[in-house]
């Protein structure tokens, strides 16, 4: 799990999403971001953030903690 150092606004947001495999999401009664590699079902208050282009396998064997770098891709 991680956590972004100052809250995001959910003003406008999306009441919820049923995230995709590959989704980046910011999940508001937490204050976390995920970063789904299986499915999962709806859930309120998730908010899509955008999605992983590539590499999003690599994750579902991963153990333990471990860093990421996210970068934004114009």
Same mark, same amino acid.
């Given at each position: 799990m991680s956590y972004p150092s100052n809250k995001l606004s959910t003003e406008e947001a999306p009441a919820g999403t049923d995230p995709a495999i590959g989704d980046f999401t910011y999940y508001a009664p937490w204050?976390?971001?995920?970063?789904f590699y299986k499915d999962f079902g709806y859930s309120n208050r998730l908010?899509? /953030?955008?999605?992983?282009?590539?590499? !999003?396998?690599?994750l579902e064997n /991963?153990?333990?903690?471990?860093?990421? !770098?996210i970068e934004r891709i114009d």
């Amino acid at each position: 799990m991680s956590y972004p150092s100052n809250k995001l606004s959910t003003e406008e947001a999306p009441a919820g999403t049923d995230p995709a495999i590959g989704d980046f999401t910011y999940y508001a009664p937490w204050g976390n971001l995920a970063i789904f590699y299986k499915d999962f079902g709806y859930s309120n208050r998730l908010i899509k /953030l955008g999605e992983i282009e590539s590499g !999003i396998e690599k994750l579902e064997n /991963l153990n333990g903690d471990f860093t990421m !770098i996210i970068e934004r891709i114009d």
